[in-house]
């Protein structure tokens, strides 16, 4: 008889600690590891940020803050979203939590009751699946491919929604692919979503701001669908701050309602020190941060050409974040210097073994085909990198 409870015996180990874990002890045997794995900028935060912080500390911020927020941040989270997205939430209709995982996390466990379904546009990122089984849901995934830029259309929600979906759960920009839906593709997933009122749409919106495109929606924007829709964000990739562990939420009040009184009983107010540092991020212009953008366009252009010269890779070019999903299913099958290459954790594998470079493999992420490639590096370790590949792969 297990001492732990079913809960936590049905959840997964993310595939990306595994091969976090084994690049850390390779690392230790003083191999020369160049992780490809981490979604993180390799920029530091602003200053400007930074100051901000620094202040807070001497002006002895630092007893307990609200659940849901100082209002001076929860103000500065509604300027940014009416500034940056169009669309209006009053205080209470605000949470900040301790980064926007906790945020999704809060109204999963929110709405959800068991049995109940939540749609995941896949490629998705590895934790969406395992929340959804925390909060005794089932998750529902929508398969998509390389060859439509790895974006599910409305039609394939429309067919997949049933009378016990309760949420549609995405991510645009989105991790692991870069996917970024357009106004018009958002728009047909509201007309779908707004006629079963019982959906919760939950937008992650974290990359928002590392988009290549130049225009950024938001699906709450859509009104026939405002009142269904949570906005998901935060200042983790956008300002370099993931250590700072913000992130907040825009909803209907009475799911804000819900989310306050469970982080009430879980982990109270976020850090006083970064809230007052995310103040900062967020009244500043966001051009503030664009030269992150520019770098993470430069490299993703970079590595496009070079991933596409590697035989054996189908690559395509996303449109956001800081990552490529290439397809390489042309290897299951084979055996390379001596290793049988029979799925994607085995090549993610193999070239951390053989070429010193650490990949995730994308099944975690519904792609089984796939492995996923961080851009967020320097250049010279992504050349590096791709050059170590090829030189295995021959």
């Known amino acids: 008889m297990s001492l732990l409870a079913e809960r936590i015996q049905r959840l997964s180990v993310a595939q990306t600690l595994v091969m976090s874990k084994k690049a850390r002890e390779l690392r230790e045997e003083g191999k020369d590891i160049i992780s490809l794995s981490i979604g993180e900028p390799d920029f530091n935060t602003p200053d400007f940020v930074k100051e901000a912080a620094i202040s807070a500390i001497n002006s002895n911020i630092t007893k307990y803050p609200p659940i849901s927020g100082f209002k001076e941040l929860k103000e500065s989270v509604s300027h940014k979203f009416k500034r940056d997205n169009g669309l209006k939430y009053d205080l209470n209709q605000i949470v900040v939590s301790t980064g926007a995982k906790q945020s999704i996390i809060n109204i999963l466990l929110s709405i959800l009751s068991k049995g109940d379904e939540v749609i995941i546009l896949g490629p998705f990122w590895v934790s969406y699946f395992e929340m959804i089984k925390m909060a005794d849901g089932i998750p529902v995934t929508i398969k998509s491919s390389i060859e439509h830029d790895f974006k599910v259309n409305a039609n394939q929600i429309e067919e997949a929604i049933t009378y016990k979906t309760k949420a549609v759960l995405f991510s645009s920009p ?147 974040a800081f990552y490529f999903l290439p397809d390489i299913s042309s290897f299951f099958g084979k055996t390379i210097r001596g290793y049988k290459i029979n799925n994607a954790q085995d090549l993610s594998m193999f070239l951390l073994v053989e070429a010193n470079v650490a990949l995730v493999s994308a099944e975690g992420f519904g792609e089984p085909n796939c492995i996923r490639l961080s851009y967020a590096s320097s250049e010279e370790n992504l050349r590096e990198a791709v050059r170590r590949i090829k030189e295995v792969l021959i």
């Open 174 to 320: 989105s991790n692991p692919s870069g996917a970024v839906f357009s106004r018009e593709e958002l728009g047909e997933m509201a007309r779908v979503i707004s006629k079963h009122t019982q959906i919760t749409i939950i937008s992650d919106e974290i990359y928002e701001h590392i988009n290549y495109n130049n225009e950024h929606v938001s699906i709450a924007s859509f009104p026939e669908v405002y009142n269904q829709t949570a906005t998901i964000n935060g200042v983790s990739k956008a300002f370099a701050m993931t250590g700072w562990r913000i992130g907040y939420m825009g909803a209907p009040q009475w799911l804000a309602s819900a989310c306050e009184k469970i982080q009430g009983q879980v982990t109270s107010g976020a850090s006083t020190i970064s809230q007052m540092a995310a103040i900062a991020a967020l009244k500043a212009n966001p051009n503030e941060t664009n030269y992150m953008r520019d770098e993470f366009l430069k490299r993703r252009n970079m590595m496009y050409k070079l991933l596409v010269d590697i035989e054996g890779f189908k690559v395509n070019m996303p449109d956001g």
